[in-house]
């Protein structure tokens, strides 16, 4: 099982970025799927989540600024946010999870870092 991040790793404030995660080695379709980032110093927090059947949320600090989207057919997920802000600032990891007899499976990408700066 893998998940694997790539996307702009340095941006400036008010710019935009896209993140990409390519999974393989499970059964992509059926899990949710989420961002999440973790700052110098914070707890990890959740950016944004779409469910197996596409239904979307996002956290309060992203909000109206983050889309995240997923292609079953190539298992990827992607994320974009606008107008970014120097606290957007993180470490970001792409997350699958889906529950199994009560059970939770799930998985990490390894992180990218993201840097908001002149």
């Known amino acids: 099982v893998q998940l694997v991040e790539s996307g702009a790793e340095s941006a400036q404030p008010g710019g935009s970025l896209r993140l990409s995660c390519t999974a393989s080695?499970?059964?992509?379709?059926?899990?949710?799927l989420s961002w999440h980032r973790q700052a110098p110093g914070r707890q990890r927090e959740v950016v944004a989540v779409?469910?197996?059947?596409?239904?979307?949320s996002y956290g309060d600090d992203v909000m109206g600024r983050a889309r995240i989207s997923r292609d079953n057919d190539r298992s990827t997920i992607s994320l974009r946010l606008n107008d970014l802000k120097f606290k957007d600032t993180a470490v970001y990891y792409c997350?699958?999870?889906?529950?199994?007899?009560?059970?939770?499976?799930?998985?990490w990408g390894q992180g990218t870092q993201v840097t908001v700066s002149w």
């Open positions: 997350h699958a999870a889906r529950m199994e007899r009560g059970k939770k499976i799930e998985y």
């Open positions: 080695g499970f059964e992509f379709s059926r899990y949710g």
């Open positions: 779409i469910s197996a059947i596409g239904i979307k």
